[in-house]
């Protein structure tokens, strides 16, 4: 049995390798540029000629400002056609239940019939992780369900039925694809205090890296009460980051 906590990777990187980092920004944030602009055009052929990458320093602040007026306005379908793919891994499948009612984003999950755990992976919440008593139980109780699973697998049960006395602890592993607009709203409804700690965590994260890698999109955005200077939850949390 192993303790694990859950990390964050963007594929999109991954996948390019760090190097090309600003030709894929400038791809993505051409996109952006050129969806807003078709809006506003009356040119017909010939009006996407005026930036490609690589941008110079001077023609990304000039995209990126034209994309940060766009984004004072409801206009929000041109954020559609940019995505961002993550990795996301140790994530329990507490959380990944939460995670895929997303239902505008894609989702593959690691898959509990067709694999089998040899060492069960499991996340702690900080509240029992910082209770030493109440630590050590849940270690000798996940201890106790992992034995009781390999036993099971041991003695041919499916791992699609042994996997039914597993916690809600477990660790699972998941590739999501999200497009910028649906990211927003998964930040806004994630980063708030209202939602579980664990989620919470990994959206932040997430944030970070968006906000590092489009700020003209992601600058204002966390939780709903950001953009709306006020908490629309029945019960508000003592932070309130829409005043800060
Ligand atoms: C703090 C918190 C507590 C929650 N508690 C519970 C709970 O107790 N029980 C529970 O079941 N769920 C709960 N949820 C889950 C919640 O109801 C949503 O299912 C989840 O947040 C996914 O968001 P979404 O519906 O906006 O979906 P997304 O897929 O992210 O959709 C984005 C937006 O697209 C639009 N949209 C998507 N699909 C449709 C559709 N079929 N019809 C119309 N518009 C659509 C909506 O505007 C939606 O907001 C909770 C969520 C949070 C953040």
Redesign the pocket.
């Known amino acids: 049995m192993e303790i694990v906590t859950p990390k964050v990777e963007l594929l999109d990187i991954v996948s390019l390798g760090p190097e090309d980092i600003n030709t894929l920004i400038d791809v993505n944030i051409l996109k952006l540029y050129y969806a807003y602009r078709r809006c506003y055009s009356g040119e017909v052929e010939g009006f996407t000629n005026k930036y490609h990458s690589p941008m110079t320093a001077a023609e990304r602040i000039e995209v990126e400002d034209f994309i940060r007026k766009m984004r004072k306005s409801p206009h929000e379908s041109p954020l559609e056609h940019v995505t961002m793919t993550w990795h996301v891994y140790n994530m329990d499948r507490a959380i990944s239940h ?1 995670w895929v ?5 894609a989702h593959s999950q690691a898959s509990q019939r067709y694999v089998k755990y040899d060492n069960l992976e499991v996340t702690v919440p900080d509240s029992i992780k910082n209770n030493e008593n109440m630590f050590q139980a849940y270690k000798k109780y996940m201890e106790g369900v992992e034995e009781l699973y390999k036993g099971f697998v041991d003695n041919g049960i499916p791992a699609e039925d042994a996997r039914a006395i597993l916690p809600n602890a477990t660790a699972t592993h998941i590739v999501t694809t999200m497009n910028l607009r ?1 990211m927003i ?2 930040f806004n ?2 980063c ?1 205090y ?2 579980q700690k664990g989620i919470r965590d990994i959206a932040y994260e997430m944030l970070d890296i968006a906000k590092d890698m489009y700020p003209c999109v992601f600058e204002n955005v966390g939780p709903k009460c950001v953009s709306m200077h006020r908490c629309p939850e029945a019960r508000p949390c003592k932070e309130k980051p829409f005043q800060h």
Not at 101 to 105: E, G, P, V
Request: glycine share 0%; hydrophobic share 30%.
């Open positions: 939460q009612r997303h239902r505008l984003a649906e709203h998964f409804e994630r708030c209202r939602a």
